[in-house]
Structure formats: C-alpha cells, structure tokens
C-alpha cells in the first residue's frame, strides 16, 4: 500500500547552522515543524483555514534520532507522513534524507487536535483523518514516548527569565522550538562543542505565554560512554511545562 505523505526538499542556509557548520538542533525542530505544516497546507488545512474554526493541532511529543547533521548549503530530502490519527490525537512520522539518498535522521512526533475557544482536546473530524491517513507504519518502530526521571542531586545549570514576544507564535504561547533553545543554552560547552548530538526526545506538558517568567534546570548524567543532558522547565509555582532529554555521544 502506498503510503499517504508530504514530501519536500530544502537547501541549508546559513541563518540554520550553529557554529559548527552543521544544521542546528533548533533548524532541525523548525524543518520538521514546517514539514507537518506545509502537508497540512498540501491537504487544505491552512493556518488560516484552522484559526476560522478556532481550532489547531498542539505537539506535545518528539523524538528524533540523528545519525548526521546536514552541512551549509547540503540539500535534504524531508518526508513525513502521519502513521496514526484518531479520536483526539494523531503521531507523524518524519525522515531525512541527503543528496546521496542516505537516511541521516529519524522522527516521531504525537499531537493533539484543540478547540482553543475551550482550550481542551476535541475530537480530529472524520475527513481530516481520511485525508492525513491513519495505520500507516511509523518511522521509529515501537515508539512510547518515554522520557527519563528527574534525577537526584543538584542541577549543573539554570537559568530564570521571562518569556518575550519573539518566543511566541500564531496561537499566542512560546513556539515548541523555543523550549529546545532554552535547552540548549544550558549544556555544557565541552558537551555541545566537543560532542556529537545523536538523539532529541522532548515531552510539553503545559504552555506558557508572553510575560511568563520561567526557569530551567539541567542536569547532566554518563550513560555508557555516552551523555545525556535532561532539562526541566518549570514556571513560577514550579509546574514543569516541558522535559527535554537529549543525548550526545
């Protein structure tokens, strides 16, 4: 059976790489947001289109294993599908590919359909999930999602700071890529400079908006010769609003 899917192909720009040459973790969590996007465009679900019927889709899982960063001015090949969707929730599996055809990254994201007049999930309309697909294979084979427990002791970095306007996006709260580069800003340099990023799991559990004062806590633990940076955000009566782990080898 062929399977139901979006497909496009894009060049990296120099505005997408960190100082490394190489895509950022953050252009890679933008391109994969962009992709769900511009497939839902392709199947007339436009943001405008959505925000008539005030209602839209909120991610509120990713897990993407990276096996190669993309280079300045590498052209890749960006498919994503969705492989599950139903009652309130769809999953959307992505992959990468080079100009060589080489699979350099995988991707699983799960989201849920909203009314954001009410603010809580309704249930996604029986053509939009004839029109998305549903029971197609997922890109990462037994996905649940799961992400690492706190661990004890103190954090090795925080930050406080208060969410501003460039943070948010069209549904008024911080964009999902934001809570990545907060993330981001507290690894380690020997860790972000000296290692190689493999994998990116991130769960959001509550928004927060503009005015929103937030902090972080990250801690760093040793996995089989291998690191994992996990980072908390919590507002200000410390109710976590997104966990990301992500592990550096």
Same mark, same amino acid.
């Given at each position: 059976?062929?399977?139901?899917?979006?497909?496009?192909?894009?060049?990296?720009?120099?505005?997408?790489?960190?100082?490394?040459?190489?895509?950022?973790?953050?252009?890679? $969590?933008?391109?994969?947001?962009? +992709? +769900?996007?511009?497939?839902?465009?392709?199947? #007339?679900?436009?943001?405008?289109? $959505?925000?008539? $019927?005030?209602?839209?889709?909120?991610?509120?899982?990713?897990?993407?294993?990276?096996?190669?960063?993309? +280079?300045?001015?590498?052209?890749?090949?960006?498919?994503?599908?969705?492989?599950?969707?139903?009652?309130?929730?769809?999953?959307?599996?992505?992959?990468?590919?080079?100009?060589?055809?080489?699979?350099? /990254?995988? #991707?699983?994201?799960?989201?849920?359909?909203?009314?954001?007049?009410?603010?809580?999930?309704?249930?996604?309309? &029986?053509?939009?999930?004839?029109?998305? #697909?549903?029971?197609?294979?997922? /890109?990462?084979?037994?996905?649940?999602?799961?992400?690492?427990?706190?661990?004890?002791?103190?954090? /090795?970095?925080?930050?406080? =700071?208060?969410?501003?306007?460039?943070? !948010?996006?069209?549904?008024?709260?911080?964009?999902?890529?934001?809570?990545? *580069?907060?993330?981001?800003? &507290?690894?380690?340099?020997?860790?972000?400079?000296?290692?190689?990023?493999?994998?990116?799991?991130?769960?959001?559990?509550?928004?927060?908006?503009?005015?929103?004062?937030?902090?972080?806590?990250? =801690?760093?633990?040793?996995?089989?010769? *291998?690191? *994992?940076?996990?980072? =908390?955000? =919590?507002?200000? *009566?410390?109710?976590?609003? !997104?966990?990301?782990?992500? $592990?550096? /080898?």
């Amino acid at each position: 059976m062929e399977r139901k899917g979006y497909a496009e192909e894009q060049t990296i720009n120099y505005y997408q790489v960190d100082q490394k040459g190489t895509l950022s973790p953050a252009a890679l $969590l933008s391109a994969l947001q962009n +992709a +769900a996007i511009d497939h839902s465009d392709t199947l #007339g679900y436009t943001l405008d289109y $959505l925000a008539e $019927l005030q209602c839209g889709w909120a991610v509120i899982n990713w897990h993407i294993m990276v096996y190669r960063m993309p +280079a300045h001015r590498e052209t890749i090949r960006l498919e994503t599908w969705s492989n599950k969707c139903r009652k309130m929730q769809a999953e959307r599996g992505y992959y990468l590919f080079d100009e060589k055809g080489e699979k350099i /990254a995988d #991707g699983m994201s799960r989201w849920i359909y909203m009314d954001f007049a009410k603010r809580k999930p309704t249930n996604v309309p &029986d053509d939009m999930i004839e029109k998305y #697909g549903t029971n197609q294979p997922p /890109a990462i084979e037994g996905e649940k999602f799961r992400m690492p427990p706190m661990p004890e002791g103190e954090p /090795a970095a925080q930050q406080r =700071f208060t969410v501003t306007r460039r943070d !948010t996006d069209t549904n008024g709260h911080a964009n999902n890529v934001k809570y990545l *580069e907060w993330a981001l800003d &507290d690894v380690p340099d020997e860790i972000y400079d000296g290692m190689t990023l493999k994998d990116i799991r991130v769960v959001y559990r509550k928004e927060c908006r503009r005015g929103d004062v937030v902090h972080t806590k990250t =801690f760093v633990e040793e996995k089989d010769g *291998e690191w *994992e940076t996990i980072t =908390f955000i =919590f507002d200000e *009566e410390e109710t976590v609003l !997104t966990e990301i782990a992500i $592990l550096w /080898a």
